[in-house]
């Protein structure tokens, strides 16, 4: 009725609401009161495949529970709840990898690997896709354009909790999204070539990356060719999550003009968070972070070009090589990164880490006022700093430099032992009032250079 009449609010009184998937449509508004909770019935067979993209492959996946496509103006807005009713979705995808299932059993699963020859092949990102029990997001955005999502409380998604896909002038505004810090893949917003994008004043408590911001992955993505530009996430507050604002690890399309400001991360795994690696290609460019306020902690800075997750394992030897490799259309490209006025408290596994590609250096890194501080107890190993393969372990708990060219200024690192900076091979690493530091040289605390080379 609302589509017929070219849009209209709908609106939820308070009072519990079991239903199967909802739609929205030009100019529509779907206001969920306070008081009011819409709770999604766990059941595969009530969200059939539509087209989507999961885990950065255009593909066929189960239904979004809440699902606007090319729709022009729409919002989701209130002070109510909605449920996605995760937990069955969670225990069966747990079920599947303890019993070792590596392809389609169910009507559901064979359905989508039909669908998806072709596109099915591709390696997950730890998400399953080998079975093809594609679960569903709570909220997907498929080629909107002008999108609100406002005040609402969202939990318990099966996988990734708000998907905004190849659209454009989104703005979430004060939600607060929670899921169980041990819910598989259930990241709480994640910006997938999507442009002019803004996210005010919101909580994200999740078991995965808080605010992901993605652009396909591999030969796919970069044949898309759909960036991710255009995004301002200010004054939210980051909980439980392995990634408070990540980058990555699907990067094809590229990802560039990204602020970041006076947001709080407490007791998420890592704060801000970069992660690609050969492969996955994309021009990552153009990022901003500052007056960003960190506290207990895993490490507050990861920039990873030797992203584990979901590689093949013949893939594995080149994927994960430390010579120089030549350099494709598949080698992703990370440079004009800025953090400034960083506080850290309470770090956990180190003060950083930061790695590219010997063929693909990180470049134009600027660290700038940042205090970074370790935890005096409860510390955990170094190599929890990120999801890496290739690199050789250290106990070093200072920030992990290697392929990276960046300048220091006024960065304290506390409580470290004097471990200061790690520098390895491929760096130029320049502290401040300096010129150039030496490649393989240690830097102290104090921003200034070891006059011993590491060894």
Partial sequence: ????????????????????????????????????????????????????????????????????????????IGEGCIDGSGLEWWKAHRGKKA??????????EKRLAELN????????????????????PLVQFFDCDGVLLKGLSLSNSPFWTVHPVFSR?????????????????????DIDSCEDVSIYDSVIDVGDDCIALKAGSGSQGLEENRATRNVRISGCSFL??????????????????????????????????????????GLVQNLSFKNLVMDNILSPITINLYY?????AADKAFVFSQDAQS???????????????LTAMRC?????????????????????????????????????????????????????????????DAVRIENCGGCGVLVEEGCDIVPAGLRRANTQAGVQPDSQPDSQPKK
């Avoid at 019993?99 to 559901?108: D, H, L």
């Avoid at 002038?169 to 917003?189: F, K, L, Q, S, Y």
């Avoid at 999550?241 to 990067?251: A, W």
């Avoid at 991360?265 to 996955?280: E, N, P, V």
Wanted: net charge positive; charged share 25%.
């Fill in 1 to 76: 009725m609302i589509r017929k009449a070219g849009g209209g609010t709908v609106r939820v009184p308070p009072g519990l609401y079991r239903t199967g998937p909802i739609e929205l449509f030009d100019n529509t508004t779907l206001a969920v009161e306070r008081g009011a909770c819409l709770r999604f019935i766990p059941d595969p067979a009530l969200y059939p495949p539509v087209e989507s993209r999961w885990e950065g492959i255009r593909c066929y996946a189960m239904r979004p529970l809440i699902l606007a496509r090319g729709a022009r103006n729409v919002a989701l």
């Fill in 99 to 108: 019993s070792g299932q590596s392809k389609p059993e169910t009507s559901i």
């Fill in 117 to 136: 020859k072709g596109s099915g092949e591709q390696p997950s990102g730890g998400g399953g896709r080998e079975t093809q029990f594609l679960r569903p």
């Fill in 169 to 189: 002038r989104i703005r979430v505004e004060a939600i607060r999204i929670e899921n169980p810090a041990d819910a598989p893949n259930t990241d709480g917003i």
């Fill in 240 to 281: 439980s999550g392995h990634g408070g604002v990540v980058i990555g690890s699907e990067t094809a399309g590229g990802v560039e003009n990204v602020d970041v400001l006076n947001c709080r991360f407490m007791g998420t795994d890592r704060g801000i968070r970069l992660k690609s690696r050969r492969g996955r290609g």
């Fill in 308 to 312: 584990e997750c979901g590689v093949k």
């Fill in 327 to 341: 350099p494709t259309s598949l080698t992703p490209i990370m440079r004009n990164i800025l953090v400034s006025n």
């Fill in 348 to 408: 956990r596994a180190s003060a950083g880490f930061i790695v590219g590609l010997p063929e693909s250096k990180i470049r134009n890194l600027v660290l700038e006022n940042c205090v970074i501080s370790l935890a005096g107890d409860g510390l955990v190993p170094v190599d929890r700093s990120e999801m890496y393969q290739g690199l050789g372990e250290t106990g070093h708990r200072g920030l992990r430099m290697k392929n990276v060219e960046c300048r220091l």
